[in-house]
């Protein structure tokens, strides 16, 4: 007893050093608006006085307190859960949890305590869940204070220097329906009384009791349980350090057992010992059996037969265990028979042999993952498997070293029920060309994080609902598979290599679609047009181009509720345009106008069409469509005079140029040209009655003759504002005094006019008529040869220029009026008180006026 309180203590000790205390250098984590607080793993010595007083659950395990004091928790009245497991508490004070009625979960297993703090718990009488096991006491008997614990549910107790259970030890319990309770002794243990289960009352029973040496207290604590239901019971280290070698049958009470579950947890199991405790089970109503992490070893001599032929289980679970012999512990399979889920976890077997499928033919679940298998071991053609698992549902083949996908299809050919298989975490693909033929019941088809491509969608069951390929390397789909498989309603292809959403994805049924974590950008409403009953979408981790039809996607998506973003918005960001980068899609907002192509459409149109009416209402005010015929005209003479090979003028030919309107020509015949025309020396004048040349295109004839005169003398008038020709010519002389300052153009108004009333297209005239000195001609006679002098003196003097060519000389006037310069000054070619040849009054006042002023100005 000395030897083993001294192992207990020298175990306490190197745990104590393990976990030396240090200063802590975080905080604790407050949480859920200071009713949570999070201690754990600090290295805390002692309990932190800055705890805020409304906490109501408080997690202290993994530090180094050593004592529990009265005023560590006095503040923290609202406490309702309190974790100090994994301590090194030797002593809790009587009224350390004076201040804590409202405890209901208190736990402090793993430390060490040498006696069960009685006194301390006194007051807690709303506990739920107490666990004190694993701590240096030596007795587990419960005193009459727990008679108080009514609504208690978990109950831990016990430790590694428990070496004796008494019958009277937890009699308390027994007007207390619990949950859970757990009993724990050392490897020393010795004595157990009959009648300590007898007057407890749990669901799950968890028995960590060693009986290396002494096997015979089984039988016990199973007629002391006899009687009782129970959905678990579990043996943990039943043989701790030694297998049993023993010929009595210490598993003979098992039949009697009522519970759901057996489980045997650690320990050291032989042949012989499955074999009592399943021939037991055999005829008991037990229905599920775990064999977990224990230490399988064959016996050395092989029995003669099946010794297990008629197990009836709804599961066998074997897990973590280092022989695969043990599905074969009596050298055959027979135990196999009755059981209706068949689950093997890494138990590192690499095949299957050929013997073991006509044992299973019960099975509806057969869960083989986390092994060894590799195809040809699964997959034995010689093998029988055509009536053998008739009945099975779900195939788990997952997390083993499978790289056929056409063989697992011929495998499963032949299990008739199938609905459910998972091959996740293999190395599955589909090379050649042969056929895979898989059953139409399945429905349920799990094929994550294997190494599939494009391919190997045709051998994939076409007759899913249930498809998971996420985390396969696929980087593109096949519309093909797609198309046959029309009843599938999940599927989930997260953390591939997707490129591109392929149009023309057509599942009609189709609720819940995962594409998160793969590589295409683009994605838009057309994408799953064709998925009317879409629901849930994941599409996050993508690398986003931002444009408007992820926009629009988004917003319509979002906005209408029809389809779930589970992911959004975190998950979805900007990868393109560059300005863009890692920018959340949610805060990307191109504008309305630019992602609405039709609004776009309409409005470009809109404005066109504006735009353009708009320009043709201002051509017409301001004339513009008679500007754009005279430009026109302009283009046109200047292409017929270059064919006609006519070039550019050196000299001039007039003195002046002058136009006037049709109204105006008696004006100009009989007063105008006559006063500078009989000048000594005369001027030479151009009018387009006598100088244009016959036959030649009237535009011609004026550009050619405004380009021949060096000045351009206009008589303006009502009349002239309402000519076209006269329009002309003005036009024309702007055109040439373009870059100048309308020097050569002289403007002589022969009655009033108002240059606000002109029009929109005599914008020239009406700046020359507000900037330029202009000459109005005088209806007073005696103030009319002051006008003379005025025009000759912007004429200036008339120099020698360059005289007509032959051609001008023969060419024949427009009209019949004769020049005055060309008769003789001696010549009376009218009579003074008659008419001319043209009929037009010659006035000899008129005449010796105009004669007596050029005179003077001679």
């Not at 999940?490 to 189709?510: A, M, Q, V």
Request: glycine share 4%; aromatic share 10%; with cysteine.
């Amino acid at each position: 007893m000395r030897m083993l309180f001294s192992l207990a203590l020298l175990l306490s000790f190197q745990a104590f050093l393990q976990i030396k205390p240090t200063k802590a250098k975080d905080s604790c984590t407050i949480a859920s608006k200071d009713r949570v607080a999070d201690c754990k793993g600090l290295r805390l010595d002692n309990v932190p006085v800055t705890l805020p007083d409304s906490l109501e659950e408080l997690d202290l395990s993994f530090n180094t307190i050593q004592v529990i004091r009265k005023e560590d928790f006095s503040k923290l009245s609202h406490l309702r859960v309190l974790k100090i497991n994994f301590n090194n508490i030797s002593l809790i004070m009587d009224d350390a949890f004076q201040g804590n009625p409202l405890l209901e979960e208190l736990s402090l297993f793993n430390n060490s305590m040498r006696e069960i703090p009685f006194k301390a718990l006194e007051l807690l009488t709303n506990l739920k869940i107490l666990e004190m096991s694993n701590n240096l006491y030596t007795q587990a008997s419960l005193g009459v204070v727990f008679l108080n614990f009514t609504q208690l549910k978990v109950l831990s107790i016990g430790g590694s220097l428990v070496s004796k259970l008494g019958s009277r030890d937890i009699f308390v319990l027994e007007n207390i329906s619990l949950d859970k309770f757990a009993i724990k002794t050392g490897t020393g243990f010795k004595s157990y009384e009959p009648g300590y289960f007898s007057n407890l009352n749990t669901k799950n029973l968890w028995l960590d009791i060693a009986i290396d040496k002494n096997p015979d207290v089984l039988p016990k604590i199973l007629k002391d349980i006899a009687n009782k239901t129970f959905d678990v019971l579990r043996f943990r280290n039943l043989f701790e350090f030694q297998y049993y070698t023993g010929k009595q049958d210490i598993f003979y009470g098992l039949q009697y057992v009522q519970t759901q579950r057996l489980t045997f947890y650690r320990g050291k199991f032989n042949e012989e010992v499955m074999r009592m405790a399943l021939v037991n089970m055999q005829i008991s109503p037990i229905k599920a059996l775990e064999l977990l992490l224990i230490d399988f070893a064959r016996s050395q001599n092989k029995t003669l037969g099946s010794s297990v032929t008629n197990l009836t289980l709804e599961q066998l679970v074997l897990s973590d265990i280092s022989n695969p012999d043990i599905m074969r512990f009596d050298w055959s399979f027979t135990w196999l028979n009755n059981v209706r889920q068949f689950i093997v976890w890494n138990v590192n077997f690499n095949s299957v042999p050929c013997d073991s499928w006509p044992e299973m033919k019960n099975i509806e679940l057969l869960d083989i993952s986390n092994n060894q298998l590799r195809d040809s071991y699964i997959y034995n053609p010689l093998c029988e498997t055509k009536n053998n698992l008739h009945k099975l549902e779900t195939f788990n083949v997952s997390r083993n070293r499978l790289t056929s996908l056409s063989d697992l299809a011929s495998l499963t050919e032949d299990f008739v029920k199938l609905t459910t298989i998972d091959m996740s975490h293999n190395q599955l693909q589909y090379t050649g060309n042969r056929i895979c033929i898989w059953r139409q019941t399945i429905t349920k088809v799990i094929a994550h994080h294997n190494s599939l491509t494009s391919d190997c969608f045709k051998c994939l069951p076409t007759s899913a609902v249930f498809l998971d390929l996420s985390y396969s390397s696929l980087d593109q789909l096949d519309m093909d598979y797609f198309n046959k498989a029309s009843n599938l309603t999940e599927l989930l292809l997260s953390g591939n290599k997707i490129k591109f959403i392929p149009s023309g994805w057509r599942n009609p049924y189709l609720r819940t679609l995962a594409l998160d974590g793969n590589s295409f950008g683009l994605v838009s409403m057309t994408s799953f047009k064709d998925m009317p009953s879409l629901r849930v979408l994941a599409a996050g981790n993508n690398p986003y181009h931002c444009i408007c039809d992820l926009y629009t996607f988004i917003q319509e998506t979002t906005s209408k509720g029809k389809v779930t973003i589970t992911d959004w918005p975190d998950n979805y960001k900007c990868y393109h345009p560059e300005l863009l980068l890692n920018t959340r899609v949610s805060q990307y907002f191109p504008g309305h106008l630019t992602c609405n192509i039709t609004l776009v459409i309409i409005i470009s149109v809109s404005t066109t069409v504006v735009v353009v009416l708009a320009i043709m209402l201002l051509c017409y005010v301001s004339n513009g469509p008679w500007y754009i015929k005279a430009t026109y005209q302009i283009i046109r003479a200047k292409y017929r005079a270059h064919k006609e090979g006519s070039g550019q003028t050196v000299d001039y030919t007039f003195h002046a140029f002058i136009s006037y309107s049709h109204s105006d020509a008696e004006w100009v015949r009989d007063q105008l040209l006559p006063c500078l025309e009989n000048a000594k020396p005369p001027y030479r004048l151009c009018i387009h009655e006598r100088d244009f040349m016959p036959g030649k295109w009237i535009i011609d004839n004026i550009i050619e003759n405004i380009e021949s005169s060096r000045k351009v003398i206009f008589v303006l008038s009502r009349s002239f504002v309402n000519s076209v020709w006269c329009n002309y010519e003005l036009y024309f002389a702007q055109q040439r005094a373009i870059g100048k300052t309308f020097s050569d153009v002289i403007l002589i108004v022969k009655e009033p006019i108002d240059p606000t009333s002109l029009p929109s297209k005599f914008c020239k005239l009406k700046k020359m008529l507000s900037t330029k000195t202009y000459l109005e001609w005088p209806q007073q006679p005696t103030e009319q040869s002051f006008f003379w002098v005025q025009l000759r003196s912007v004429l200036g003097k008339p120099n020698v220029i360059r005289q007509r060519t032959t051609s001008r000389h023969s060419r024949l006037s427009s009209v019949r009026s004769i020049s005055l310069i060309e008769l003789p000054q001696n010549q009376n070619s009218t009579d003074r008180n008659g008419t001319d040849e043209d009929g037009h009054q010659a006035s000899d006042q008129l005449f010796d006026r105009c004669q007596q002023t050029l005179r003077e100005l001679a």
